[in-house]
């Protein structure tokens, strides 16, 4: 009963509904009568419901067509946009990809040319430090190879890349030996530095600074800036690490190998030391600033090091003395001397004979006043005189590696 009921309120409430939609119909299309005046008489024509609704459906219709047209033309267009875009993306696709490939190109020409230059400076930083070596593993280890372009006849990388069939595969394979080469900077700047360290502890043997020592062997350079092809920061730092440990090494080597070593004379045994003693001459205590060798007169007076003469003649207290800079604030002093057997500006090597003992200047008798000076102190030259076997050969090894380095620098500047 109450569903009946509820069906019945249902279609009640339609009823009414429907009732209402057609008295708002008929109020909107009840009948309409449009008067007008003509010819002084007033007449009218009656518009129905029935002419109002089908000129409404006509309008209606008219609309829908247009509408339904538009759209038509609207989804037309839309699909033609679809398939232009659809073409303009495929030939984006195939320029881009065409670029790449491009790109690839220009990039293994590029990666290969600057690995060729980074290979030929690690060869130029190898060859005018140690010479001409045929194996990298001579410097390095086994491991340690840098690439194969680095060995005799081996063709340029980018003459070997200009024409790669796969960039892509071409690209890793130049970055695996730019990795290669890379490690092989970092290994030689290690064992650089540890070949540095002995040299220090040899100058450090001779009772001198290290630090004094090498910045004595700064010299002048100079030129335009030309920043390096390849900007990484992994390859400037590999490069500018290795450059910084040859700077550094070369600069305690040749300071090494200025430090006197050699006997300025073939005396075995010395008549006084260096420091405080009793003046020969008044008893009284006095500082003595070298060491003496007696000797015969007459005989031979030798460099202790390589060095250029600064000075020939007399001075008080010393006699006839010869003065040798051996560079790095390092100065030699022989004294006393009979005769002299160079001039001032002359270069002379460790051994040649400089002069003749004497007894000239305040001297008891015939010998041979020595000393050393750093940055003009006087120095004890006994560890100048006792040098332990190892440091000697450490600074023997330096010797020859610095006349390299000296000898490769004067062909270049001939050349240029």
């Given at each position: ?363 008891t008798g015939t010998h041979l006043h020595f000393e050393v000076r750093v940055n003009g102190n006087p120095i004890n030259p006994t560890r100048f005189l006792e040098v332990r076997q190892d440091v000697l050969q450490v600074q023997q090894i330096a010797k020859q590696r610095i006349g390299h380095v000296r000898s490769v620098t004067a062909k270049s500047r001939n050349v240029g």
């Amino acid at each position: 009963m109450g569903q009946q009921a509820d069906g019945t309120t249902l279609n009640s409430i339609g009823m009414s509904h429907l009732r209402d939609t057609r008295k708002w119909l008929s109020r909107i299309f009840a009948d309409k009568e449009v008067f007008f005046r003509s010819g002084g008489e007033v007449r009218f024509f009656r518009i129905s419901r029935t002419v109002q609704i089908t000129i409404v459906s006509l309008v209606v219709a008219v609309a829908l067509l247009w509408l339904a047209a538009s759209a038509a033309m609207l989804f037309n267009q839309a699909r033609v946009a679809g398939a232009q875009a659809a073409m303009d993306a495929k030939a984006k696709a195939v320029a881009a990809e065409a670029r790449r490939v491009n790109f690839f190109k220009r990039s293994v020409n590029d990666i290969a040319a600057d690995l060729d230059r980074r290979q030929n400076a690690l060869d130029d930083m190898v060859r005018s430090q140690f010479g001409p070596v045929a194996n990298p593993a001579d410097v390095v280890g086994p491991q340690e190879e840098p690439a194969a372009a680095n060995k005799p006849g081996a063709k340029k990388l980018s003459d070997a890349s200009a024409a790669p069939a796969n960039p892509a595969a071409a690209v890793g394979k130049l970055r695996a030996i730019e990795n290669r080469q890379t490690q092989f900077a970092r290994r030689l700047a290690m064992l650089i530095d540890q070949r540095a360290a002995k040299a220090e502890a040899a100058i450090r043997s001779f009772g001198l600074n290290p630090a004094q020592i090498a910045n004595g062997a700064r010299t002048g350079r100079g030129g335009p800036f030309v920043p390096w092809a390849d900007d990484s920061a992994n390859d400037d730092a590999a490069l500018a690490t290795l450059s910084r440990s040859f700077d550094r090494l070369n600069a305690l080597e040749q300071g090494l190998a200025a430090i006197p070593s050699g006997r300025p004379t073939a005396s075995p045994v010395l008549t006084s030391s260096y420091g405080y003693r009793r003046d020969p001459f008044n008893g009284h205590a006095a500082f003595h600033a070298g060491v003496d060798f007696p000797g015969s007169y007459g005989q031979p007076i030798l460099a202790a090091a390589n060095g250029r003469v600064v000075y020939v003649g007399g001075r008080p207290g010393y006699g006839n003395v010869v003065e040798i800079d051996h560079g790095h604030g390092i100065l030699t002093r022989y004294a006393h001397l009979s005769r002299f057997g160079v001039r001032p500006g002359a270069q002379v090597a460790r051994g040649d004979a400089i002069a003749r003992m004497g007894s000239t200047g305040r001297s008891t008798g015939t010998h041979l006043h020595f000393e050393v000076r750093v940055n003009g102190n006087p120095i004890n030259p006994t560890r100048f005189l006792e040098v332990r076997q190892d440091v000697l050969q450490v600074q023997q090894i330096a010797k020859q590696r610095i006349g390299h380095v000296r000898s490769v620098t004067a062909k270049s500047r001939n050349v240029g």
